[in-house]
């Protein structure tokens, strides 16, 4: 089965703009995770989807950062305005109920 | 509430000695414990869970890790280190009881074994 695949695998923006990373998780899993980890860091958890619906977002930043599972299937979290300290590497998971998580190869965002 | 403590930032080990990568935790209740290992540009790889029963967990690449609740620690060991086990190794965490909730990680230990 295809693993869990996260876009972009780098992103190198300025402060002020807008990205969006997208995370396709292992087909039929009903759970998506996201985390992010800045360097040195521990890695924190960011939001869980369950289907399309948002599970727990307490781990959000703040209003800048914006996650959506339209349909269930893949999901985006859009970062907008970008600043500085929103640099790290994002990670997404996916699991099934009672299965582990499975986890993309992560996006390195660099805010400059 | 739930956290992971890796007390280590790195370690260092030579080619063929044993490896232990240290992690202690806190849960409210009784908790399912991961190591998850990233090589450098790949994504989170799991390793080893303990869920219940034996304390001693073994899993892939010859690692293994023992839960010790009155130590509330979780420990990642390796009789044997390779070059190959370099990586950045992480700790997890989750209540047993807390139903779907995520994992809580720690910070990560840089593992370096030298040749």
């Known amino acids: 089965e295809a693993g869990v695949t996260q876009f972009p695998s780098h992103s190198v923006i300025e402060k002020g703009q807008t990205v969006t990373l997208r995370c396709d998780p292992i087909s039929g899993h009903d759970n998506l995770y996201w985390y992010r980890r800045v360097m040195g860091k521990e890695i924190k958890f960011l939001l869980h989807?369950?289907?399309?619906?948002?599970?727990?977002e307490s781990g959000m930043p703040n209003n800048r950062f914006l996650a959506e599972r339209t349909g269930g299937t893949y999901s985006t979290l859009k970062v907008q305005p970008a600043e500085l300290e929103d640099s790290g590497v994002y990670f997404c998971a996916s699991s099934q109920r009672g299965s582990g998580y499975t986890f993309g190869s992560g996006t390195r965002l660099t805010v400059v | 509430a739930q956290s992971v403590a890796q007390p280590e930032d790195q370690v260092n080990v030579a080619e063929g000695n044993p490896l232990t990568v240290k992690c202690t935790y806190s849960?409210?209740?009784?908790?399912?414990l991961f190591w998850y290992v990233q090589y450098p540009n790949r994504g989170l790889q799991f390793l080893l869970k303990y869920i219940t029963g034996d304390n001693l967990v073994k899993g892939s690449y010859g690692f293994e890790a023992e839960f010790n609740k009155s130590q509330t620690s979780f420990h990642l060991k390796k009789p044997s280190a390779l070059v190959s086990d370099s990586a950045l190794y992480f700790c997890?965490?989750?209540?047993?009881?807390?139903?779907?909730?995520?994992?809580?990680f720690g910070k990560g230990t840089r593992l370096s074994v030298i040749a």
């Open positions: 989807f369950v289907k399309e619906s948002k599970q727990d």
């Open positions: 997890a965490v989750r209540d047993r009881n807390s139903g779907n909730t995520p994992l809580v």
């Open positions: 849960v409210s209740g009784n908790p399912y």
